[in-house]
């Protein structure tokens, strides 16, 4: 069975600050990763996502993951937050075929001015 | 284009009734997903449909809960017997059956009183 651990279930920082977002996963299958963003009552929208190939992963609004595989982690980061990336996040996995989510807690990224 | 839709945006019903709560997808997509989303908590998953067949019902909680997809298309959650703890968001998500990526619609707020 595949789980998902979002490390901090809050995260405060200062705007214009970096900040990176921990997830771990474990699996015993090859995955797929992914960061999806909920904006306050909003759907989930995908941030970015590893399905092969270069393990740094480029998404929207400045954001970036790695993948990790010795440390099966995929940490999200940006170099610089803005008070619009207040938000949650949540890391999901999932495995080739197309099939189910599995979804971590998520954080609750909150931005200080 | 349009994206994946829910209706009702938000649902009250008290406890006992019998709910049912749409997901529209994406237009092409052939998978389609149903998640359940608890207060402070990630997406569970529920329910997947291939087409009009259910591929993965392992998610659903207890046999209250059900769901169709007649044409392969729109598809209809049912909850009989409603009871307060399944007051959740209820998450709809379509892709393209290929690939990973799953797209989401805005959700079902559910509250039964």
Known sequence: ?113 | GAGVSQTPSNKVTEKGKYVELRCDPISGHTALYWYRQSLGQGPEFLIYFQGTGAADDSGLPNDRFFAVRPEGSVSTLKIQRTERGDSAVYLCASSTGTSAEQYFGPGTRLTVT
């Not at chain 1, 992914?34 to 909003?42: A, D, E, I, L, S």
């Open chain 1, 1 to 113: 069975a595949q789980s998902v651990t979002q490390l901090d279930s809050q995260v405060p920082v200062f705007e214009e600050a970096p900040v990176e977002l921990r997830c771990n996963y474990s699996s015993s299958v090859s995955v797929y990763l992914f960061w999806y963003v909920q904006y306050p009552n909003q759907g989930l929208q995908l941030l970015l996502k590893y399905l092969s190939g270069s393990t740094l992963v480029k998404g929207i609004n400045g954001f970036e993951a790695e993948f990790n595989k010795s440390q099966t982690s995929f940490h999200l980061r940006k170099p610089s937050v803005h008070i619009s990336d207040t938000a949650e996040y949540f890391c999901a996995v999932g495995n080739q075929g197309a099939q189910k989510l599995v979804f971590g807690q998520g954080t609750r990224l909150t931005i200080n001015p």
